[in-house]
């Protein structure tokens, strides 16, 4: 007999299935959310406490005593520790440092600019919210009116030169270390909201304080040992003086994404595979001749198919250089200007064209008074003419050396009329 009763068919079964399931992970989410939260907030919790346990120890000793080990103010306090309590692990970093009061002036006209210690005590956890520590801070006053003190500053700004107009850089992590002092020196600091840190209250010593600046995405920029290689760092490692402030700036700006250098023949475009040498325009000082020592300089072999990458480099304006001696080829030419200036966030490619060596040739580059290449310029060497590239490059090869007589005329342009000394492998550049 058959059956008059409603039920499911297999599509429906289906679709109640999937509805359930639905509502099932929903819940489940749901669950795991409120108690990651409850979680996050029983760690906040004991965070919390840590770090109020953590200040009212340091409130609670002798003025003189307030400070870290490695610090300015020295003292017994950790610059880092950890504690594990409920199977989790919390780092303790507290920072302590002097503070120039403006009540009474700044230094230099300050002269006892160690008017107060901040402190602050930061507190993070290994699971949960490891991005959003608890961070208290305090202020610690002596009891008694400030006193001489023996120590001098430090003023350490750190600027952007690639922005327009120049900004400075917070939240720059400035690394000190002066391990010739007593007491020795070894801590960090941050920069405030003019891209500066103020650090009063500094052990004298010449030549003593190391620094080193850093931010994430950022290149860096340091003071330099004063070594046999580099005998004038510039800068080197900075002073201190009692009673006086010694200010120094330092350049940070964002990393170029991607440098990408072909090398190619400029008759026939192959691909080729030889050393080559590119170094920036900032440099780390001088040696014994004089000749700069650069902050980047690297000799590069490219891949098989003639191409090096070069990612998260400084913004700064890179020569490349081709040793003819030693690969047999001479530069013939390239599609960008030269030195390249490379600019913040920037992916390029440049190619550079070769041709193989004699001892005499000459890459000339014609450009206009923005340093524009100028292409289908006529140029005369002597009595051979070219015609510039859409680089506004016209390369000569084999020549003697010797004084050849030069024109050229672009259309819109003033002729220029001159000579060029050809004593090797030459590259000139003439601006009409």
Known sequence: MKSNRPGFNLTEAVVATAILLLFALSLYGLMVGALKMINDDQNRSVALGIARKKIELIKNLPYDSVGTVGGVPSGTIEQSETEELNNVTYTINTNIKYVDDDFDDLAPTDTLNTDYKKVRVRVSWSQGDIDNPVVLVTNIVPATIESTSSGGTLWIEVFDPTSDPIEPVR??????????????????????????????GMTPGIEAYEIVVTKTNYNSDQTYDRTEANPNPDPPHLNVVAGEVTQEYFELSRLVNLLGIQLRRRDDNIHVVIPF???????????????????????????????????????????????????????????????????????????????????????LNVRDSNNVPIADATVQLNDDTQVTDVNGQVFYTPLVADTYTLTITATGYTTYSGTVIVNGNEEQTFIL
């Not at 090096?308 to 030419?333: C, Q, R």
């Open 277 to 363: 040498r590119i170094h920036g325009e900032q440099t780390q000082g001088t040696d014994t001749s004089g000749q700069p020592i650069y902050v980047y300089d690297e000799t590069l072999t490219p891949n098989e198919g003639g191409n090096a990458e070069l990612h998260d480099m400084p913004a700064d304006s890179y020569t490349i250089l081709i040793d003819a001696l030693e690969t047999n080829y001479v530069l013939a030419g390239y599609d960008h200007v030269l030195p390249y200036a490379a600019a913040p966030l920037s992916s390029e490619n440049i190619t550079i064209y070769l041709a193989d060596y004699v001892p005499y040739t000459a890459l």
């Open 171 to 200: 939240d720059a992590t400035v690394s000190i270390e002066a391990p010739t002092v007593d007491p020795p020196v070894s801590t960090t600091g941050e920069t405030d909201e003019n891209g500066r840190l103020i650090l009063p």
